[in-house]
């Protein structure tokens, strides 16, 4: 089996694909963009030989424009809970992909979705893989990936 690397390259293919598969067409580059821009985040933990967490994040005009076409509403009837379910099929799809990249076999848990405002990402005892930021037509999308440290980096 062949073995792919986790990197903002297959990353990114990774959202596209996942992206275009929800809504039709595929994303754009953009640069990083600070944390106080985010107010929704949706991870998702891949377990397996490869476990593996999924960041999701994205800015309020990206959510609700997310939530309004994939749950098909109308542009003022987005509810938390409207955002919560659209993001949640988000970080499920783009974990999907990711898992076609790990190496043996990996179980998906259940998304979870925050919202807030100024959304940083720490997931403790984990270290980042890489992060790509995304341009939606209503604003910044970003997918970090997350691999925990293994225990013997982690013993002192």
């Given at each position: 089996?062949?073995?792919?690397?986790?990197?903002?390259?297959?990353?990114?293919?990774?959202?596209?694909?996942?992206?275009?598969?929800?809504?039709?067409?595929?994303?754009?580059?953009?640069g990083r963009?600070?944390?106080?821009?985010?107010?929704?985040?949706?991870?998702?933990?891949?377990?397996?030989?490869e476990?593996?967490?999924?960041?999701?994040?994205?800015?309020?005009?990206a959510?609700?424009?997310a939530?309004?076409?994939?749950?098909?509403?109308?542009?003022?009837?987005?509810?938390?809970?409207d955002?919560?379910?659209?993001?949640?099929?988000i970080?499920?799809?783009?974990?999907?992909?990711?898992?076609?990249?790990?190496?043996?076999?990996?179980?998906?848990?259940?998304?979870?979705?925050?919202?807030?405002?100024?959304?940083?990402?720490?997931?403790?005892g984990?270290?980042?893989?890489?992060?790509?930021?995304?341009?939606?037509?209503?604003?910044?999308?970003?997918?970090s990936?997350?691999?925990?440290?293994s225990?013997?980096?982690?013993?002192?």
């Amino acid at each position: 089996a062949e073995t792919f690397t986790l990197n903002t390259g297959s990353a990114a293919d990774v959202v596209n694909v996942a992206w275009s598969r929800l809504f039709g067409s595929p994303l754009r580059p953009a640069g990083r963009v600070s944390a106080d821009r985010y107010s929704v985040s949706a991870q998702l933990q891949l377990a397996g030989m490869e476990s593996t967490v999924v960041v999701v994040r994205s800015s309020q005009e990206a959510a609700d424009a997310a939530a309004v076409q994939l749950l098909d509403l109308r542009d003022g009837e987005v509810a938390s809970g409207d955002i919560a379910d659209a993001f949640a099929d988000i970080v499920v799809a783009v974990g999907c992909g990711v898992r076609t990249l790990l190496t043996g076999l990996a179980k998906l848990d259940a998304p979870v979705v925050v919202q807030g405002t100024s959304l940083n990402t720490a997931i403790p005892g984990a270290r980042m893989l890489c992060e790509v930021t995304l341009k939606t037509a209503a604003g910044p999308l970003s997918v970090s990936l997350w691999r925990p440290r293994s225990a013997r980096q982690i013993v002192r």
